[in-house]
């Protein structure tokens, strides 16, 4: 395995893979990582085979974090990661640093964003208004300096991954965006960088996004009418709320690929949610 | 010389040309073929040499005009620009459609922009608010479907070719963007397919343009010490409206690289103005 951290470097490998015709993964990361991530590298492999190349990069991209959330305190491991990224089978973990992807130079600053303006409007958007168009900015560069043939999200992030999707097409990348499934704790907690923020008995309340989106399958499965989303979101926000260090965020639920909010639920409906556990901000999805 | 419509059918070129270890140059534009244009292309066949491919593409792009704009009636000239192209030995060229570049459909219509928020701000930016968003959009889909190694702009749009070099850099596309130098006619006027609206004595006060450049360049060269900008801009306003169907709609004095407005002018200094001239908006630059 090697590590690459510099921009030239990539894409000088980039290209000499695309010579040699060899099919490329990528999983971008913010590192700290752990079964969910582990389970992209492995779809990675799957999907460019023995002859392809699995690139996985590792940064904390500053530009997705608001200015009072937690960029400098986000989990940091990088020996761990690179060691679990060899064991993954990885080929190339690319660790770029802040100079290189955002340069800050007097006469030439970093100026460019890249904007999705349609998905990007609801939940995460109006929680962290910042946060997309920092996320279609790093992937759109590091979608440049990887080149890869195909790119895998983690389904945790729904919003995300759709709103990738919808950036890669309208740009013309020419890349396969493939979404893999969320990764959860025995007991249903789904897998995240920001679980190590949840100790003592803040892990067990974390359960409640898991047991609300449990309750509403449940409801809606067994229900041979559409319920109504305002009545389901009264008793996510009952349950959540109950746990005394919990406050909801949001609760949406919408159609999987327009994200447009249903007032009607259906099976096949999506639902999201996102809970505040003490000051952890943790979010869930699912299809019902 | 082969004409390709479709994303796909490019994209699929631009992989083959990749693997064959091509150079590829590419000029987009919006066809109305003149001189100018062509001799873009000219650069493209230089830097990439007799064995690289050169693609032009022709496209109206609707995202870079304003509401209040010519988009409908912007002249346009499909089978003479396929036969100039012809003539100077491109290999390609990509006319794809809206429909393609810009879907409109109702569960995913196109809803990705790229945007550049620092030097898209003064001039241009100023008179046509959203047309640097349209440009830099477009052309980061055309180098995603071009994949070119090299791009050549005019510098008739100065503010135009520092957007995208700044878009390519920060954005890491693997490009290397090249400026050619404004083709004039041989009275001064600077080619535009826009040139074209200049009908009886409207082409002949088209020269305001070009005359205050001069008058500038002479004053700036003479002078032993600066010059106050805002006399400069006094001078050009005068002898533009001079002019009886003309109107200054800006004039900037400014740093070559940073575009930032300077208030001593000095050799070196860069020069841009767009003027009315009746209803047809015509711009024009060149370093003091």
């Known amino acids: 395995m090697r590590r690459v951290r510099s921009i ?29 991530h582990l389970s992209l ?48 089978g990885a080929d190339v973990v690319f660790t770029p640093n802040d100079q290189t992807m955002y340069p800050r130079n007097k006469t030439e600053p970093f100026s460019t964003y890249v904007v999705e303006e349609k998905l990007s409007r609801s939940m995460e958007g109006v929680s962290r208004p910042t946060h997309f168009r920092g996320v ?26 759709a709103i990738v999707k919808r ?21 249903g907690l789904a897998m995240s960088s920001r679980n190590k923020y949840l ?3 803040l892990r067990t309340q974390g359960l409640a996004l898991w047991k609300a989106i449990r309750k509403v399958k449940a409801a809606v499965r067994s ?19 109950g746990q005394p260090a919990a406050r909801l965020d949001y609760v949406e639920f919408f159609h999987p690929q327009t994200l447009e909010p249903v007032g009607k639920v259906v099976p096949g409906t999506h639902m999201a949610l996102a809970v505040f556990i003490g000051k952890t901000r943790l979010i869930d999805n699912a299809r019902l």
Not at 11 to 36: C, D, I, N, S
């Open 8 to 36: 030239k470097a990539m894409q000088r490998l980039a290209k000499l893979w695309q010579r040699k015709e060899l099919q490329v993964g990528f999983v971008p990361t913010m590192g700290y990582l752990h079964a969910g």
């Open 41 to 88: 590298l492995q779809r990675a492999r799957q999907l460019v085979g023995p002859r392809g190349k699995v690139v996985v990069s590792i940064y904390v991209n500053p530009s997705q974090f608001g200015p009072r959330e937690d960029f400098s305190t986000y989990p940091r491991s990088l020996s761990r990661d690179l060691k679990l990224c060899r064991a993954e």
């Open 136 to 161: 279609t900015t790093i992937v759109a560069k590091l979608l440049n300096i990887v080149q890869p043939s195909v790119a895998v999200f983690g389904a945790k992030d729904y919003q995300q991954a």
């Open 167 to 187: 950036m890669a097409r309208d740009l013309n990348f020419p890349v396969k965006i493939v979404v893999a499934p969320i990764r959860r704790e025995s007991d």
């Open 199 to 201: 100790v003592g008995n």
């Open 223 to 241: 229900s041979s009418r559409s319920i109504s989303a305002a009545a389901l979101k009264r008793q996510v926000n009952a349950l959540v709320e």
